[in-house]
């Protein structure tokens, strides 16, 4: 088992490799998540924006 894990001498370049897929993978898997968050967070504000604008435009101003 020892032998498996020293890669026959390559263990130094094999491992770091591994761990580099893995981060990468790690990313790949993560970023759409946080990036489809971000995207219905701005929709959230631009609706409310939108809601708010139209609310303001629909009632008249009242003039003292």
């Given at each position: 088992m020892s032998?498996?894990?020293?890669?026959?001498?390559?263990?130094?370049y094999v491992?770091?490799?591994y761990a580099?897929?893995?981060?990468?993978?790690?990313?790949?898997?993560?970023?759409?998540?946080?990036?489809?968050?971000?995207?219905?967070?701005?929709?959230?504000?631009?609706?409310?924006?939108?809601?708010?604008?139209?609310?303001?435009?629909?009632?008249?101003?009242?003039?003292?």
């Amino acid at each position: 088992m020892s032998h498996f894990f020293a890669m026959g001498g390559y263990a130094a370049y094999v491992w770091p490799a591994y761990a580099v897929f893995f981060i990468v993978l790690l990313a790949d898997f993560v970023s759409p998540l946080l990036r489809r968050r971000r995207n219905l967070r701005e929709l959230r504000a631009r609706l409310a924006r939108q809601t708010a604008r139209q609310h303001r435009s629909a009632t008249p101003a009242v003039n003292s």
